[in-house]
């Protein structure tokens, strides 16, 4: 990987461990994960790329101008390298393949209106690019990535989300300046990667809680007239516990498959929790976590739900809750009991 050479400037941290490089951790963490999708393979990259930081002797490091840049393009080459490797991998999933769902505040501003463009130069820190870079990526653009090549992803988050200079992201996925803008054109060109203003944030948590609210009820009714007519339901078990392996079309046949679901099993329960996408909700069976459950949601209707259920995908959330009196088997709830008599999925 090629650096950046010249005279170190003033202040910057070309040391070791502890010091002010290692900031960038958590944003870099951020980024990746955008790019591959869980958490796990997000903290592997990057621990790759300050393990190939730290193997520079002290001259080389003294070298590279600007280390959050060096740091980021490695990281981006080495996500870039992760997902040529995992396309088999994906092709041969499971059921739906879903990014992993992550708790509010995982990634400190990175998400959440406040993430910063990456410390290129001070040129880059323009107030559009800074714009682009507080765009949230919550799981629809993630799920709507997955259509995309490894090159376009990987340009797409960098530059559309990171407001990384293209000159940078050209390094990283070894492409000439001119092709990765195309990379980039390609990737917004992809069905739904169109930015679509997103639910203002009272009314995405009003739909959240009137979504959680009727599920909870096994109201088939209030949840038919809560999704839109095309809302899709999408469930990843990864192979490994029982979910749809098929999504799930139309609002009266998604809304039959949560209420059923529901039905079939008493001890399931809804428990509201804040997620990087915003209000969502946990899927708790007899006190063990099994499922975060979050929303898309559009001019009031949920047009997408998304049922997260792979534990590999859920080391991030409690893995155990209290149970509440009133949830225990003996006292099978209102779901149950509306629900007995409803279509099953």
Known sequence: MAQERGAAPEGADTGGPGLPVDRERARLTGMAHRVLGTVAEAEDAVQEAYLRWYRLDVTERGRVVNPAAWLTRVTGRICLDHLNSARVRRERYVGPWLPEPVPEG????????????????PAADSPSERA???EQVG????????SMTPAERVVFVMHDVFAVPFAEIARAVDRT????????????????????????????ARVVAAFGAACRDGDLARLVALLDPAAV????????????????????????FLVGVLAKNPTL????????????????????????????????????????QNPAKLTRWPRTRAVPDAARP???GPAASRGRHRDRP
Not at 106 to 121: E, H, K, N, Q, Y
């Open 269 to 308: 329960r809804l428990e509201p929790v804040a997620t990087a996408d915003g209000p969502g909700h946990l899927l708790v069976a007899d006190g063990t976590t099994v499922g975060v459950l979050t929303l898309g949601v559009h001019r009031e209707r949920v047009t997408d739900v998304w049922i997260q």
């Open 177 to 204: 300046p001119a092709a990765t803008r195309q990379l980039a054109r390609s990737a917004r060109g992809r069905p739904g990667s169109g930015r679509r203003t997103p639910a203002d944030r009272a009314e995405y």
């Open 132 to 134: 682009v870079a507080n």
């Open 139 to 146: 799981t629809a653009l993630l799920v709507v990535m997955e």
């Open 330 to 332: 003996s006292d099978p």
């Open 106 to 121: 995982t990634f400190p501003g990175v998400g959440d209106g406040s993430v910063r463009p990456v410390a290129m130069a």
């Open 233 to 256: 339901l999408r469930s990843d078990g990864g192979g490994v516990v029982r979910a749809a392996r098929r999504p799930v079309s139309g609002a009266l046949a998604a809304g039959r």
